[in-house]
């Protein structure tokens, strides 16, 4: 495999560099992170949560592997994975990030991708739940997977050529000071018919679709926004159930509308998402 460990750690109380030293990322301070054994490294400090446990639950993650596992979103890894390599140099090592990586489906097909391609990665993959990084952990142990958070990334400035958002809660300004000039985000949001069919069974009414934002985050130059679509057929009430629980609506619906949709056994899906370029503009 064309995957190399990340090697551009930052100590999340510090920011000094991180090296690996036996199973621990160690700085210059003498701070000390363990390597657990199931491969992942805890750089999420206690002083810095929000709750005792916070992200998705290990219920959610995973109905997340399951769903995802199963290739009903094929298409959007395929999409990222093309944008992501496209351009690159043949003999170059490129730094890529998964921020909020979940259970780290999107950054194992980007590496298959790239084995494909004769492309080198070096991959992290980060999420504040600490039962995500655990199933990507267990899934693959080539990409460096760590707990932490979006807001503070344990990442030194400017070493990233490209970061991977995924559905997640972008953080522009430490998205911009941990891409290199030149750098590329890839953000990728749900379009307004995304799952419309399954949020007309659980809703009374859905609210009008927000004109998509077209402005250029400070940092950056915004690029194409490229729409995949297509359908899906889901059969059997857990495979539905698996798809629900791994979306906000589970938490948005009402009891009667949670109801309806555990009565389904079968249900055809418009998947719709917009994957916006944003290229890491020069200075600030």
Same mark, same amino acid.
Request: charged share 20%; glycine share 8%.
């Given at each position: 495999?064309?995957?190399?460990?990340?090697?551009?750690?930052?100590?999340?109380?510090?920011?000094?560099?991180?090296?690996?030293?036996?199973?621990?990322?160690?700085?210059?301070?003498?701070?000390?992170?363990?390597?657990?054994?199931?491969?992942?490294?805890?750089?999420?400090?206690?002083?810095?949560?929000?709750?005792?446990?916070?992200?998705?639950?290990?219920?959610?993650?995973?109905?997340?592997?399951?769903?995802?596992?199963?290739?009903?979103? +094929?298409?959007?890894?395929?999409?990222?994975?093309?944008?992501? &390599?496209?351009? &690159?140099?043949?003999?170059?090592?490129?730094?890529?990030?998964?921020?909020?990586?979940?259970?780290?489906?999107? @950054?194992?097909?980007? %590496? +298959?991708?790239?084995?494909?391609?004769?492309?080198?990665?070096?991959?992290?993959?980060?999420?504040?739940?600490?039962?995500?990084?655990? %199933?990507?952990?267990?899934?693959?142990? &080539?990409?460096?997977?760590?707990?932490?958070?979006?807001?503070?990334?344990?990442?030194?400035?400017?070493?990233?050529?490209?970061?991977?958002?995924?559905?997640?809660?972008?953080?522009?300004?430490?998205? %911009?000071?941990?891409?290199?000039?030149?750098?590329?985000?890839?953000?990728?949001?749900?379009?307004?018919?995304? &799952?419309?069919?399954?949020?007309?069974?659980?809703?009374?009414?859905?609210?009008?679709?927000?004109?998509?934002?077209?402005?250029?985050?400070?940092?950056?130059?915004?690029?194409?926004?490229?729409?995949?679509?297509?359908?899906?057929?889901?059969?059997?009430?857990?495979?539905? +159930?698996?798809?629900?629980?791994?979306?906000?609506?589970?938490?948005?619906?009402?009891?009667?509308?949670?109801?309806?949709?555990?009565? @389904?056994?079968?249900?055809?899906?418009?998947?719709?998402?917009?994957?916006?370029?944003?290229?890491?503009?020069?200075?600030?």
């Amino acid at each position: 495999m064309n995957i190399f460990p990340f090697q551009a750690l930052a100590c999340p109380l510090d920011g000094e560099p991180l090296h690996r030293v036996g199973a621990s990322f160690v700085c210059a301070s003498g701070h000390c992170f363990d390597v657990a054994s199931q491969g992942y490294t805890n750089l999420l400090p206690v002083q810095k949560k929000r709750s005792l446990d916070p992200g998705d639950s290990k219920e959610m993650v995973a109905a997340r592997r399951r769903f995802l596992n199963a290739g009903h979103y +094929a298409p959007i890894a395929a999409a990222v994975a093309r944008a992501t &390599l496209a351009d &690159l140099p043949a003999v170059a090592v490129t730094t890529c990030l998964d921020a909020g990586c979940g259970e780290g489906y999107y @950054l194992r097909q980007l %590496a +298959a991708a790239a084995e494909r391609e004769g492309q080198t990665l070096a991959l992290l993959g980060l999420d504040i739940s600490k039962w995500a990084v655990l %199933a990507a952990a267990k899934q693959d142990k &080539l990409p460096t997977w760590v707990v932490g958070s979006n807001a503070a990334l344990p990442v030194l400035p400017g070493t990233l050529d490209r970061v991977l958002c995924m559905f997640g809660f972008p953080v522009y300004a430490e998205f %911009a000071r941990v891409l290199a000039p030149g750098g590329l985000l890839l953000q990728v949001d749900s379009g307004s018919d995304h &799952l419309r069919e399954l949020r007309e069974i659980i809703y009374p009414s859905l609210k009008p679709p927000r004109e998509p934002d077209a402005s250029s985050p400070e940092g950056f130059a915004r690029g194409k926004t490229e729409c995949v679509q297509y359908s899906i057929e889901i059969a059997g009430v857990e495979p539905i +159930a698996d798809l629900l629980a791994m979306t906000p609506h589970l938490y948005r619906a009402s009891a009667e509308g949670r109801a309806r949709a555990a009565a @389904l056994t079968e249900i055809t899906l418009t998947v719709d998402v917009r994957l916006t370029h944003f290229l890491r503009t020069a200075g600030r």
